[in-house]
């Protein structure tokens, strides 16, 4: 048999593990402080130079978001839902002036077909200046004009339009501001131009509205006859 251990006394026993170990655990604990200081020290330094860009760039999309929820719920006619979204929008930062400008113009269709044309006009005018402009914006905007009985400025916009290299391309454009130089000119009692007007657009692109409006003005010059 091997011979047995003395057992220690709790004084032992303390005296051989409190002062040592105490100041191991310490020293451990002082140097876990010290590493989560440093850590957090060095994550406030990384955002001060990368987190405010950081944000800002996601700041910066927050209109295009805004945009993209407007054209979805316009796609589903959702026409009331959708204005939120886009003057949600217009409050915020684009990345980009032409979605903007896009906006604007969505934003100001709306207000036109709610009857609220100074918004509406005030909104597509916006669309339509400077390098990002979205030229679609012309088609509501002269609309708006003629319906405020704006016809002097309708007609300064409708010619713009029609300037533009896309109004004289394309046979879509070109017919519409043609069909809006014919409300122009009826707006100014000339039905006689507002029928060749109307009659020009529809050889550049037939549409089955302007051949209505045709009939409504000969009808309308049959009774002034």
């Avoid at 009939?215 to 309308?220: E, G, I, Q, S, T």
């Amino acid at each position: 048999m091997g011979a047995v251990k003395p057992f220690a006394s709790t004084e032992t026993q303390q005296s051989e593990t409190r002062p040592g170990n105490f100041r191991e655990l310490w020293a451990v604990i002082f140097t876990l402080a010290v590493a989560a200081t440093m850590t957090v020290l060095a994550g406030v330094v990384s955002f001060t130079h990368f987190g405010k860009d950081f944000l800002d760039r996601r700041y910066d999309t927050v209109g295009e978001v805004l945009m993209k929820e407007g054209d979805r719920l316009a796609d589903a006619g959702l026409d009331d839902r959708a204005l939120e979204r886009y003057e949600k929008a217009l409050q915020a930062r684009f990345a980009g002036g032409f979605n903007r400008s896009h906006t604007l113009k969505c934003a100001g269709r709306i207000r036109l077909q709610q009857g609220d044309l100074d918004t509406a006009i005030a909104y597509l005018v916006e669309a339509i200046r400077g390098a990002h402009a979205d030229h679609g914006a012309y088609f509501y905007l002269v609309d708006a004009l003629i319906s405020a009985n704006r016809v002097d400025e309708a007609e300064q916009h409708n010619l713009a339009w029609m300037m533009l290299p896309e109004a004289r391309e394309r046979a879509r454009d070109r017919a519409r501001a043609l069909y809006y130089a014919a409300r122009i000119a009826e707006a100014r009692g000339n039905i006689e131009d507002a029928i060749q007007l109307s009659a020009q657009s529809h050889e550049a692109r037939p549409q089955e509205y302007v051949v209505r409006y045709i009939d409504a003005l000969r009808a309308k010059q049959a009774r002034a006859e």
